[in-house]
């Protein structure tokens, strides 16, 4: 088992200690993401408030998040965590319930790539060069905060990490360090009922198996 520089041994799933030793599983990104934010709010904020699975646990860069897909923004910010969908919640045998409200305060963002970024990529068959494994995406926050900070310290200072969608695996999603903000623009494009997310909502409930519920 590894050690740390203490003689202690590393907790389970914690980035190996030679980690800014290893060469980063680096892919490059370019085109366009999206992600869902408050109607209310600026469409990008890069979060410090260690809430988030790959913030910083100590507060001292920010973080955003986004997705390859509208659909894949969407699962990750709106659909109900696991658990809660029990019988008495669901209008329909098999559905997911999700309240008009939420959607209603809710918009969709465009986030263009200006400049190429480079993404640590943890989708794959390259995890294991990192000594990582799938639950970096899906295990507890605590982990993955930390693997967050280690790769943000590496050598390489990698732009942000891509990883699959906790809530939709074949949705590729974003975890943007505030230093690819210089390579990045954000524009809204209006609450997600608005008419010209009809089709995109549609879409959505039919992909989900939504019901939504009425305000």
């Known amino acids: 088992m590894a050690q740390r520089s203490g003689g202690g041994p590393e907790p389970r799933g914690d980035p190996p200690n030679d980690l800014s030793a290893r060469p980063l599983p680096l892919v490059p990104s370019s085109g366009t993401a999206y992600r869902v934010h408050w109607v209310d709010h ?6 410090r408030e260690k809430k988030w699975r790959f913030d910083d646990p100590l507060g001292e860069y920010g973080v955003v998040y986004a997705s390859h897909t509208p659909e894949g923004a969407f699962a990750e910010t709106l659909l109900p965590p696991p658990g809660l969908l029990t019988p008495t919640l669901s209008l329909i045998a098999g559905s997911v319930p ?16 200006d400049a190429i970024l480079h993404c ?30 280690a790769f943000f310290m590496h050598p390489s200072q990698p732009d942000a990490l891509m990883y699959r969608s906790r809530r939709d695996p074949s949705s590729l999603a974003l975890a943007l360090h505030d230093r690819a903000g210089p390579k990045i623009t954000v524009t809204s ?9 009809t ?5 959505i409930v039919d992909r989900y198996r939504i019901a939504i519920i009425p305000s």
């Open 42 to 47: 600026a469409p990008i904020h890069f979060g």
């Open 199 to 203: 089709r995109l909502l549609a879409q």
């Open 120 to 149: 640590v990529d943890l989708t794959g068959e390259k995890l294991a060069s990192v000594g990582a494994d799938a639950s970096i995406a899906t295990g507890a926050w605590r982990i993955s905060q930390r693997w967050s900070r």
């Open 98 to 113: 999700v309240s008009a409200t939420t959607i209603g305060v809710h918009a969709l963002a465009e986030v263009r790539c």
């Open 189 to 197: 494009l209006g609450g997600l009922l608005e008419p010209q997310h």
